[in-house]
Nanobody, 119 residues
Framework: QVQLEESGGGLVQAGGSLRLSCAAS????????MGWFRQAPGKEREFVAA????????NYADSVKGRFTISRDNAKNTVYLQMNSLKPEDTAAYYC????????????WGQGTQVTVSS
């Protein structure tokens, strides 16, 4: 069983920055691909970014490319999402997820952290 806990959300003005963290339990974190997703009120959950187990491969939603950066520290069992140049449309609950068996499915989810960007 893997437990994920997000932190770092908050209220920020447009153009500002936040860094989200996701701490994972378990000894095999370094073998998991990790991802960030978000869900705004009244909208479906959408993919934001993902990173391979080694950190060598990343991919991003077009809407955040060039503004957000996903990274991980396997020694700390933590994945990060650095968010710069935030826009009001980035307002959402942000969730981290783990692909624990390398099958492309997201097996574990955190509870989420709220990000609100004011205009």
């Amino acid at each position: 069983q893997v437990q994920l806990e997000e932190s770092g959300g908050g209220l920020v003005q447009a153009g500002g920055s936040l860094r989200l963290s996701c701490a994972a339990s378990g000894r095999t974190f370094s073998t998991y691909a990790m991802g960030w997703f978000r869900q705004a009120p009244g909208k479906e959950r959408e993919f934001v970014a993902a990173i391979s187990w080694s950190g060598g491969n990343t991919n991003y939603a077009d809407s955040v490319k060039g503004r957000f950066t996903i990274s991980r520290d396997n020694a700390k069992n933590t994945v990060y999402l650095q968010m710069n140049s935030l826009k009001p449309e980035d307002t959402a609950a942000y969730y981290c997820a783990a692909d624990a068996v390398a099958d492309g499915d997201w097996d574990y989810w955190g509870q989420g952290t709220q990000v609100t960007v004011s205009s």
